[in-house]
């Protein structure tokens, strides 16, 4: 009976990859034509924002494909140092069309100078960004306070390691919340009702890439923002700083 | 004007990536196999081509080693457009060199803005120009 579950859930596994690898063509085909009837002078607003919308979706699909094909790759993934300031940076430009979009504002915040970390750096890459697109999407329907809804890249030193992620100022994130999530997801449309309206998929997408280089999401606070936050390892190589 | 051969098995694709270049100034001829490349590239002799490597058939790297196989088209700037993560397919850096590949997108983050500063970069290193 086991050797069967475990069976339905690899080829219900590859029927899931299969399906999302076709999803990417369509999405791709609305983001590049809305990107050429903008190229091509049309000054309807509606298409930018069905580019940046397909966009977002289209990254997403990706960034689980990417998790499958690293977590299929386990033991033998390419890790290099890579500088988590300008991870978080990049991110943060290419997020910043979409923190626009949902009136939100994004702001990099590193505490000090930091050694490079040992992560796969698509994988780190992917997982923020898809973590991203969650609390963008979360604080845009929640209430303004101080008269912006922030949303900081962030990291500092952890007691192990090098905690980097994404924070809010709303206080919507709690342990609790995050234990209920992980039970609830798969069973339920919702899976973080008190953070998302939506299944808030990206954070799994970016638990599951960051499984793949052996840390988890956790709960974490970030100069009294809280949010969601790996502890990565600091290159011993490369301690430059 | 500069001639452009695009190798895209998407008729979708292919119309938005024709109609992007087109209005760059480009002239493009579409093919959606890696038969029709050939018989286009030996009609119409291209500037520049841009390749998916995931096609039917022919796969895309196959029809890049006959492509390049043929003296005269040894020199022409080709970019990979693709589905096909970079480091995943059968293309590895060395072969780059090998192959004359200048550039390579990976079709999900490339916007047609980028490809076509790509195309531009690409032509204007072998010194043709768009209108």
């Not at chain 1, 924002?49 to 990417?66: G, Q, V, W």
């Not at chain 1, 890790?79 to 990099?108: N, R, Y």
């Amino acid at each position: 009976m086991v050797q069967q579950d475990e069976q339905y859930t690899g080829v219900d596994g590859r029927l899931l990859q299969a399906v999302v690898e076709n999803m990417k063509l369509p999405l791709l085909q609305v983001a590049r034509q809305a990107e050429l009837a903008r190229m091509s002078g049309s000054t309807d607003t509606n298409f930018s924002s069905i580019e940046l919308t397909a966009d977002t979706a289209l990254r997403l699909l990706d960034n689980y494909l990417l998790s499958t094909r690293l977590a299929s790759r386990r033991g033998s993934l390419e890790f290099e140092p890579v500088s988590v300031s300008a991870v978080l940076t990049d991110i943060a430009h290419q997020l910043s069309k979409l923190a626009d979009q949902q009136q939100c504002e994004l702001q990099v915040n590193i505490s000090g100078r930091y050694e490079p970390v040992i992560a796969h750096r698509a994988g780190l890459e992917a997982a923020l960004m898809s973590l991203g697109y969650v609390f963008i999407e979360a604080r845009s329907a929640q209430p303004v306070t101080s008269g912006k809804r922030i949303i900081r890249l962030g990291a500092h030193r952890g007691r192990s390691g090098i905690v980097a992620g994404i924070f809010t100022d709303s206080d919507s994130i709690s342990n609790d919340m995050y234990k209920r999530a992980h039970s609830l997801y798969g069973h339920t449309r919702q899976s973080l009702p008190g953070l998302v309206a939506g299944s808030g998929a990206g954070v799994f997408v970016a638990d599951s890439l960051l499984e793949t280089m052996s840390t988890r999401l956790r709960v974490a606070h970030h100069q009294k923002f809280s949010g969601l936050a790996a502890t990565l390892n600091p290159s011993k190589q490369l301690s430059l700083v | 004007m500069a001639h452009i051969l695009l190798v895209e098995p998407d008729i979708s694709l292919g119309k938005l990536y024709t109609s992007s270049l087109e209005l760059s100034g480009y002239s493009v001829s579409h093919c959606r196999t890696a038969q029709d490349a050939i018989t286009s590239a030996d009609e119409n002799i291209p500037d520049l081509v841009l390749l998916e490597i995931e096609i039917a058939i022919h796969n895309g790297i196959e029809f890049l080693y006959e492509f390049r196989s043929y003296p005269e088209w040894q020199d022409i700037p080709l970019l990979i457009v693709s589905h096909v993560v970079p480091s995943r397919g059968a293309l590895n850096p060395k072969s780059w060199g090998l192959l004359k590949i200048s550039g390579y997108h990976y079709k999900p983050i490339t916007k047609l803005q980028d490809l076509l500063s790509s195309v531009e970069r690409a032509l204007s290193s072998d010194g043709v120009k768009a209108l």
